[in-house]
């Protein structure tokens, strides 16, 4: 089976602009998961979503926000990019809610 | 609210050398706990998790786990390390599934 996989692996953007990751689960995996990886801040959680309603957010500004579509695909959008933004963004899919959560490779953002 | 620490940022040990990497979690209800390993340039792969049961939880790679409820810590161990042992290990709770908060994590560098 294949795993979570994510679009783009990498990607350079500037200030001011945003950007858009995608997410593709597990196939069968209805629960998508998106985490922020910095160097000083470490894994935070940004939100979940399970049948494409968003089931749990992280304290993150409302300029990051997501969704998930009906087979199940998720996407998180970053608006007005600050130099912070830089990240590895992971996601993660599960089975149903609460389950374990499997990884993907993730999306590596720079912002100049 | 739930909140995890890894003891030791880094840990280096060399090939063949028994390693324990220690995790502390605080958290007023059950939980489930997890052991995540990320490699360079990678997303995180899970080792081991405690859902219920069995305190002693066994992995893949030959690592292993002890959950101590009373010094609610979940340890994670190995016999004896091989160079590509080498990478950062991440020691996870959840409550009631979904959102998973991480400690700091751990630098594990095996030399030969």
């Known amino acids: 089976k294949a795993g979570v996989t994510q679009t783009p692996r990498y990607l350079i953007k500037t200030r001011g602009q945003q950007v858009t990751l995608s997410c593709s689960p597990i196939s069968g995996h209805r629960s998508v998961s998106w985490y922020q990886q910095t160097p000083g801040q470490g894994l935070q959680f940004l939100f979940e979503?399970?049948?494409?309603?968003?089931?749990n957010k992280g304290n993150f500004p409302g300029r990051f926000s997501g969704r998930q579509f009906s087979n199940s695909r998720s996407e998180m959008n970053v608006s007005t990019l600050e130099l912070g933004d830089s990240a590895l963004y992971l996601c993660?899919?599960?089975?149903?809610?609460?389950?374990?959560?499997?990884f993907g490779p993730g999306t590596r953002l720079l912002v100049l | 609210a739930q909140s995890v620490t890894q003891l030791d940022s880094q840990v280096p040990v060399f090939e063949e050398a028994p390693v324990e990497l220690r995790c502390n979690y605080s958290s007023s209800v059950s939980v489930y706990l997890f052991w995540y390993v990320q490699y360079p340039n990678q997303g995180l792969q899970l080792l081991l998790k405690y859902l219920s049961g069995s305190t002693l939880v066994k992995g893949i790679n030959g690592f292993e786990a002890e959950f101590n409820k009373s010094q609610t810590s979940f340890h994670l161990r190995k016999p004896s390390v091989h160079i590509s042992d080498t990478a950062e290990y991440f020691c996870a709770v959840s409550v009631q599934g979904g959102k998973l908060i991480f400690g700091q994590g751990t630098e594990l560098s095996v030399k030969p």
């Open positions: 979503y399970f049948s494409e309603t968003q089931r």
């Open positions: 993660a899919s599960s089975l149903m809610a609460g389950e374990t959560q499997y």
